[in-house]
């Protein structure tokens, strides 16, 4: 059985860095679509960034607000999310979504979970407060 377990969270000022980690385990794996995903009360889930591989081959992709902040990265069956410039729009619950093995079609339109976030399985989420 899979499990994400996320890590990393907490409160910092505007301008503050903080570094997310989503550990998975129950199941090896050679390819992967994963992502890191923000959801506030009363508003649905987005999508952050995704990164998408297979061995050491890689593609990122970032939502246009995040981008140039936030730095997506996968090492050792553990997703990370680097983000810095922190700003109080970015406080959220931050999710971590994985798709492990997945199809090569599926592996190609990784990205695409940016906005659908159709994976299937899921961390329990990490909040991240960012207060000026």
């Known amino acids: 059985q899979v499990q994400l377990v996320e890590s990393g969270g907490g409160s910092v000022q505007v301008g503050g860095s903080l570094r997310l980690s989503c550990a998975a385990s129950?199941?090896?794996?050679?390819?992967?679509?994963m992502g890191w995903f923000r959801q506030v009360p009363g508003k649905e889930r987005e999508g952050v960034a995704t990164?998408?591989?297979?061995?050491?081959?890689?593609a990122l992709h970032y939502a246009d607000s995040v981008k140039g902040r936030f730095t997506i990265s996968h090492a050792n069956a553990t997703l990370y999310l680097h983000m810095n410039n922190l700003q109080p729009e970015d406080t959220a619950v931050y999710y971590c979504?994985?798709?492990?093995?997945?199809?090569?079609?599926?592996?190609?339109?990784?990205?695409?979970?940016?906005?659908?976030?159709?994976?299937?399985?899921w961390g329990q989420g990490t909040q991240v407060t960012v207060s000026s």
């Open positions: 979504g994985a798709d492990l093995e997945p199809s090569w079609g599926q592996l190609v339109a990784c990205s695409r979970n940016l906005v659908r976030g159709d994976l299937p399985y």
């Open positions: 990164i998408n591989g297979i061995g050491t081959v890689e």
């Open positions: 129950g199941r090896t794996y050679s390819r992967y679509c």
